[in-house]
């Protein structure tokens, strides 16, 4: 008896496709049992799209592509020349394995959990390890690398000459919650309730929050739902327990999780509540804009004796301690409480240090 487990069927249209290239009449569906040590799914899949991306391949070259054996991928081939496929193979240095033009597999053919992972774009391999779906990723990823020609009017690929990892540099491990713990209860659209601590050492709060999904942006990932119909922005590692209530979420019906995140970085970089007025010397300019980005504007005038005028834009008071590593390299004109805070601020670290080293 054969189980569902133990069987692929190739759909009848895929078959179709295949008898009118080349004229052979091929099983229609047809039943595949996977046994140990035969060809699996993946393999299966992988083999049809390699041949078709190409005009002829050697057997060395198929087993290298697949890793297996020689062995192995001759009876691979064997098996679907047997099965109605137009495969054909030609001996000679000019020979190879070759499957007749116009009839390949459209990537239709990728698994749904394949198109799901696929429709992930932008996350690095770590993130796609995150979520647990580095596995699933790298099958559909490989399946559409085979189907598309190294050059494109004569020029490389650009898979070939761009690498993406969003990763930002020296990025200590995370704690909190791992974003493939939360993605079940997300995709069954339950509350959660997470106990979070804020951005400033304040103790965790206990939250119930209706989840839209979750975000990963330069490096870090967080979750992006409503408290009490208001959108918010979660960091995982801040989160440091979490529950899934027996409750369906009570998200806003006109929302969905790219709209929330665009409302909610809108807000982010458009929530100033203190601008502060210095002037840098122009030996840390490239640094401080590098640092600050869109919050520095370099005023109009440069004076070369004093450095460059700039307004830096901070969310609040406190936030001006990011311009204590610049030292006397920064002076601040202005607002009154940005210069007397940076005061206190370098005053503290002064007295700590002084104590240290009496101690």
Known sequence: ???????????????????????????????????????????????VLLLESREAMTTQELAAALGVSLRTITRDVNWLRDAGFPVTAQRGRLGGVTMVPGVGLDLTRLTPGERD????????EKQRSELNASGEGQRALAKVAMTRSSRVDGLLSLAEVVHVDSRPWRQPK???PTPASLVGPIR???????????????????????????????GSWYLVADCAGVPRMYRLERISTWSELGHRRRTRETETLTTVVAELLEQWEHQ???EVVATIDRSQAERAQRIFGRNLVWGDQDHSDTGRPVTISFPSLEDVRALLPFGS????????????????????????YQASSTS
């Open 1 to 47: 008896m054969v189980t569902m487990e133990a069987v692929m069927v190739v759909p009848s249209a895929l078959m179709n496709r295949y008898r009118q290239g080349c004229g052979r009449c091929a099983p229609d569906p047809v039943r595949i049992r996977w046994e140990s040590g035969r060809m699996t799914p993946d393999r299966f899949f992988s083999l």
């Open 117 to 124: 992972h696929l429709s992930l774009a932008g996350l690095d």
């Open 174 to 176: 995370a704690g909190g």
């Open 188 to 218: 069954r659209e339950r509350q959660l309730r997470i106990e979070y601590a804020g951005s400033r050492g304040s103790s965790a709060r206990e939250l119930v929050v209706d989840p839209y999904g979750l975000l990963a942006k330069a």
């Open 272 to 274: 100033h509540s203190i």
């Open 329 to 352: 390299a920064i002076t601040v004109h202005g607002p009154r409480e940005a210069e007397e805070r940076l005061r206190d601020l370098a005053n503290e670290l002064v007295e700590h």
